[in-house]
């Protein structure tokens, strides 16, 4: 299994910019690229705490444990 971020979909549904959650959340655009586009190996959590509070969010709602087929 692997654990992956929905801030791509949320920021796509809500058509808001990651510079846009940069500046609500504080946290610097590379640290938002990284989330975005999982190329993260590991997040603090402030990173988490603040991203959810920008977008009002709550955690269970940014991740998703992926399961590996290939594994099954």
Same mark, same amino acid.
């Given at each position: 299994?692997?654990l $992956?971020?929905?801030?791509? *979909? @949320?920021?796509?549904? *809500? *058509? %808001?910019?990651?510079?846009?959650?940069?500046?609500?959340?504080g946290?610097?655009?590379q640290? %938002?690229? &990284? #989330?975005?586009n999982? $190329?993260? $190996?590991?997040?603090?959590?402030?990173? @988490? =705490?603040? @991203?959810?509070?920008?977008?009002?969010? =709550? @955690?269970?709602?940014?991740? =998703?444990? #992926?399961?590996?087929?290939? &594994? &099954?």
């Open positions: 299994m692997e $992956k971020t929905k801030l791509s *979909r @949320i920021l796509g549904d *809500r *058509r %808001i910019t990651q510079t846009e959650l940069a500046g609500k959340s946290l610097t655009k640290t %938002i690229s &990284a #989330v975005y999982d $190329k993260w $190996k590991q997040i603090s959590r402030e990173t @988490i =705490e603040n @991203i959810c509070a920008a977008l009002d969010i =709550e @955690i269970s709602d940014m991740f =998703e444990l #992926v399961r590996d087929d290939k &594994a &099954a």
